[in-house]
């Protein structure tokens, strides 16, 4: 692929997915023993949920709140060719439920196989800040056709994010535009970057604290989950079936412990430990990151990448030439050096770690990493190979620009993630945080430990008196279905691990992919977590699903350039629509998480 359509596809999601293996794994460093074709029995989460000699219920405090609350009645209309659309008012804050309201959108699609219809399957790609209504309306092209026969698929904006009524932290987009723009790199360097983007942050901070304390002060996760309870009844449920992806996660294991009585199945994929996200009283002065590890789950993608490069040699892998990873570092010191140029595009180290990072979280991450990794050292070295690359310029601009309407992505990030956590009292402490982070992790520390400055306590105002931090260990009376991949550069796969061990009764399924999030990128796993949804059948313990492996064929075999999918993460539900239903057989989407920047 030349240099213009790799960097535009960097970090792209939702390419369409290559045949996958479905036999147990065997790699990843420090995994657990893959299980033999023989032991690959199932069991009920009826047999796992007589494990517990007792389950919790719904606390007084919680029933209180959200049964308050009368059903609302969700008056549905068509849109978008096959789904269709409702909003609906829930309270701004449950202890005073004929309050204050806030607007909701749904959107769903409805169960093929009518007769046999489940219910409704609650999903959340995460982010936060990602649209669920727009991960709704793309069900056709991600979801098995077991999941589209007997579930509709619901999926409801956050408050605060998508087509719900959104937080705002700027009066306009001018205002945004001119407050955000130290932070317009994938992290700072240098003391000037530094000093801007700090400066940013706390504009941010401010805006949110202020100007958006409205929504910024009721959008916690725990709000989220009551509102999920309440259009539950609406959507006329009995109990909720849910499946979630990345921030998705946290949202369900919210779920989980609030209401853990009024659950079908809650499946997780890219999993979050929401102690690792919440933290407490002993961990609120490091970074959230210091608690999250994505940044060392990215450096273990890279390298494992790096290292199977080398091994496949330069007929199979575009950066194998020499050793990949002495490679890379030297390619790193040589943009930090000089940056290069393409096309009116300046690529520095932090754009060039950012690309890479965003590359990371496809499943195809190893062929567009080293690919990229390749051009970009042709275009270092001291006699670089002429390149026209006029997508770039318009990937950069597409990717960073804001203009009318309002982008409130950051806001809405911002707002969950500082609403939600505990973190240090100072924005002015963050660069020597961020110099320990870049200790653990040379190359993603940095964006990884910038990413949550604004919530800063001496800068971040806002408050949610009725945040939920815990706790997260009420054995439920269904067992939740907790989905990891080795290689997961944004949750790390020891998250899932932990998040398996806090919640009684939970199941860990973990996958070799590369890539954020599981589903879809192996017929193992993909129908792992099917049966689950469909027959609250659990995988057997141990369970490790093998994805289709990197540089199996030669650079040569690898045919002319491929026709690239919509990118759902960044499409529009109008130019989802207008793609129009999937044919028959079609492949697969990954599920339109994100990326990094977000």
Not at 25 to 32: D, I
Not at 220 to 228: K, Y
Request: net charge positive; with cysteine; charged share 20%.
């Amino acid at each position: 692929m030349p240099l213009s359509l790799r960097l535009l596809a960097a970090g792209v999601a939702g390419l369409v997915l290559a045949g996958t293996a479905s036999v147990p794994a065997t790699a990843g460093p420090h995994a657990p023993a893959p299980r033999t074709a023989a032991t690959q029995a199932t069991v009920t989460a009826a047999e796992a949920g007589a494990a517990a000699r007792r389950t919790a219920v719904t606390s007084a405090a919680e029933a209180r709140r959200v049964d308050a609350v009368a059903t609302p009645h969700l008056r549905w209309f068509p849109c978008y060719s096959w789904a269709q659309c409702a909003t609906t008012r829930v309270p701004l804050d449950y202890d005073h439920p004929y309050g204050e309201q806030t607007t909701i959108a749904l959107l769903r699609v409805r169960a093929k196989d009518r007769k046999h219809r489940i219910g409704s399957l609650f999903v959340n790609p995460g982010g936060p800040g990602v649209s669920a209504t727009s991960l709704a309306l793309a069900a056709p092209m991600v979801f098995s056709a077991g999941l589209l026969e007997r579930f509709d698929i619901v999926g409801v904006d956050p408050r605060g994010i998508g087509a719900s009524d959104n937080v705002s932290c700027f009066a306009d987009t001018g205002r945004q535009m001119a407050a955000l723009k130290g932070m317009d790199v994938a992290f700072p360097v240098g003391a000037k970057q530094t000093k801007a983007y700090l400066r940013s942050a706390r504009k941010l901070a401010t805006g949110c604290s202020t100007t958006g304390r409205r929504l910024a002060g009721a959008m916690s996760t725990a709000e989220v989950a009551r509102d999920m309870e309440v259009l539950r009844r609406a959507v006329g449920d009995r109990k909720l079936s849910y499946l979630g992806f990345s921030y998705g996660t946290v949202l369900g294991q919210y779920y989980a412990a609030m209401f853990p009585d009024r659950f079908r199945a809650i499946a997780v994929d890219g999993v979050i430990n929401p102690r690792s996200w919440v933290g407490s009283a002993g961990t609120r002065g490091v970074i959230q990151d210091e608690r999250l590890h994505s940044a060392q789950g990215a450096e273990k993608a890279l390298r494992r990448i790096l290292v199977l490069c080398d091994r496949a040699g330069e007929t199979r892998c575009a950066f194998a030439a020499g050793r990949p990873l002495q490679r890379f570092a030297t390619l790193a010191r040589r943009l930090k050096a000089k940056p290069v140029t393409v096309e009116g595009t300046r690529i520095t180290y932090a754009t060039f770690i950012g690309y890479v990072l965003g590359a990371l979280y496809g499943d195809d991450a190893p062929a567009e990493v080293t690919g990229l990794a390749a051009d970009l050292w042709k275009l270092t070295s001291t006699h670089p190979a002429a390149a026209s690359v006029p997508a770039l310029t318009s990937a950069v601009l597409k990717r960073r620009a804001r203009a009318f309407p309002y982008d409130n992505s950051i806001d809405a990030y911002a707002s969950v993630m500082c609403t939600d956590g505990q973190h240090p009292a100072k924005a002015s402490s963050w660069p020597a945080k961020v110099a320990k982070a870049t200790a653990r992790a040379p190359y993603f520390g940095p964006a990884w430990a910038w990413a949550s400055v604004p919530c800063a306590r001496d800068t971040w105002r806002v408050r949610d008196e009725d945040a939920f931090t815990g706790p997260f260990t009420r054995p439920a009376r269904n067992p939740v279905l907790v989905v990891g991949s080795y290689w997961d550069p944004a949750t790390n796969y020891y998250q899932a691990v932990g998040s398996a061990r806090l919640l009684p009764g939970a199941r860990l399924l973990s996958s070799d992919n590369f890539g954020h999030t599981a589903y879809g990128t192996s017929p193992c796993v993909t129908a792992a977590m099917d049966r689950y949804l469909l027959h609250k059948t659990l995988p057997a313990r141990g369970t490790v699903c093998t994805a289709e492996q990197p540089f199996r064929t030669t650079l040569d075999d690898e045919g002319g350039a491929e026709a690239v999918a919509l990118d759902l993460a960044r499409a529009t539900k109008e130019e989802i629509a207008a793609q129009g239903l999937p044919p028959a057989g079609a492949p697969k989407q990954q599920p339109p998480v994100g990326t990094f920047p977000f």
